[in-house]
């Protein structure tokens, strides 16, 4: 049994083992144990807290403005999630960040199914007094003691079937759960990269963690949850436990006191209801008067949040499509078995082209072998390559270089074909589904495939829309 001076403590529990936190004369301790040992363990303790994950629950990044109420906040968080038909069996939180984007702030907003917390909540009546989700519990177990909170940091791990990305600074800014499968890594490194990306955190530290590692992150980050300001208690009140200091025997005077509270509370009562009820009617035409002002402060918001949704998607529709993007994403998708042979965007949309030009074929080659995303030859060798337009083999393009004004590399191709050799045909229908995943590719197909020397070449083309 835990002594008494153990004040607070994480538990997580995966499968039948129970991974514990707990502070202890200013010191965290941890252990592993059986799911019965670890609830007689923690029966003294002050605060338990624990945390959960499902895959209905639902996390979004925005980008709110800083101005703001707290009211007007949470509502604009419920717009958030507007597209849900059954709202109401949502909870809904969020959590306010520290990046900040000119006059707006990014907030990490929760939907939470009312059905999740509750099963959970009966299943475990009385045995906590917190409940958070499990990504924010990784964040704060694994950052709590970081030698440098300024830097940008990732936070990965993953357990049988969930995999959990958070990232931040100083406090969590980005947070993402998906699904254990064949296309895990592809989506974890994809979500690295767009945290990099957009909260301009180019050098971070990375965290991986394993299962183990991950269960005594878990329970530290569970431990320490009554001291952060920022988290939210999941558990509804009545499925709190009890803590011991709550339940100790009340002296005399004590009892004489809470009687006669009770029974002046119960003499006055009358009149302090009747007065109510005379406040409440002569306030009662301001609230209606209030609540009108509320309504109509609402439809600002929400007029404030399209008009700045159209500025974003107005400045997005003239974004030019990045090159070195799409080769990094098409190699993500490679299989470590294939190789590229070449790689080719075109221009094939005749209202790409200017009618006054001469016919010339717009496309960006590359021609070096890559295998695998961890290839920097290759990667340099695409960089450099998808700088510079490929001519006709025509002898007389070359003669008219002069007059014949040097393609844009940066025009948006809608078509790209590669050339690759694969030792398996396994990998070939995996690349083909690697790709059809890509945001910017449709229309995957493949072309003939030859069989050579052990060696399957293939060709296949795909269009590509605007990221």
């Known amino acids: 049994m835990l002594k008494k001076k153990v004040i607070s403590a994480g538990l997580y ?62 509502e604009a968080v419920r717009l958030q999630f507007i597209e849900l038909n059954n709202l109401q069996d949502y909870q809904i939180f969020y959590v306010k960040t520290d990046y900040t984007v000119e006059d707006g702030v990014n907030v990490i907003c929760i939907a939470v199914p009312a059905k999740v917390i509750n099963n959970f909540a009966e299943k475990h009546k009385d045995k906590f007094t917190a409940l958070d989700l499990c990504v ?9 003691n970081r030698d440098s909170p300024d830097k940008p940091v990732v936070v990965t791990a993953q357990d049988k079937k969930t995999v ?103 003499t006055i009562a009358p009149y302090i209801y009747v007065y109510r009820l005379n406040m409440l009617a002569q306030n009662y035409q301001a609230n209606l008067i209030r609540l009108e002002m509320s309504s109509r402060k609402v439809q600002e918001i929400q007029q404030e949040i399209k008009r700045y949704q159209e500025q974003i998607n107005a400045v997005q529709s003239f974004k030019t499509q990045s090159y070195v993007m799409m080769l990094n994403s098409i190699r993500y ?67 008219q270089n002069d007059t014949t004004e040097e393609i844009n590399p940066l025009s948006n191709p809608d078509t790209v074909v590669i050339e690759v050799r694969s030792k398996s045909i396994q990998s070939i229908g995996l690349f083909v589904d690697n790709l059809s995943r890509l945001p910017f590719i449709k229309d995957v197909t493949v072309g003939r495939i030859e069989y050579n020397m052990s060696v399957y070449n293939f060709t296949i083309t795909a269009s590509i829309s605007p990221l």
């Open 333 to 399: 998708a490679l299989p470590k078995d294939c190789e590229i042979k070449s790689l080719e965007f075109k221009v094939t949309s005749t209202t790409a082209q200017n009618v006054n030009q001469p016919d010339i074929k717009q496309n960006s080659k590359l021609q070096s072998n890559s295998t695998g995303i961890n290839n920097q030859e290759a990667n340099n060798a695409s960089q450099t390559s998808s700088n510079r337009v490929q001519s006709n083999n025509n002898p007389q393009n070359s003669s």
């Open 164 to 266: 959990y990305i958070a990232a931040g600074r100083k406090t969590i800014e980005f947070v993402r759960e998906f699904p254990l499968d064949s296309s895990a890594d592809f989506e974890k490194l994809r979500s690295v990269e767009y945290y990099k990306s957009a909260f301009v955190a180019e050098d971070v530290d990375m965290i991986e963690l394993n299962e183990e590692e991950m269960g005594y992150t878990l329970a530290i980050g569970c431990m320490l949850m009554p001291s952060d300001t920022t988290s939210i208690n999941l558990l509804p009140g009545e499925y709190r436990k009890v803590r011991p200091t709550e339940m100790k025997k009340p002296r005399l005077h004590e009892i004489v006191a809470v009687t006669s509270v009770l029974l002046i509370g119960m």
């Open 136 to 144: 924010f519990a990784l964040w704060r177990g694994a950052t709590y």
């Open 13 to 74: 529990i995966s499968d039948n083992t129970a991974y514990i936190a707990y502070a202890k004369n200013d010191l965290i301790a941890k252990e592993k144990t059986a799911v019965e040992e670890a609830e007689k363990k923690l029966k003294r303790v002050y605060d338990v807290a624990t945390c959960i994950s499902d895959p209905s629950i639902i996390y979004k990044n925005v980008i709110l403005p800083q101005n703001l109420k707290k009211k007007e906040l949470l």
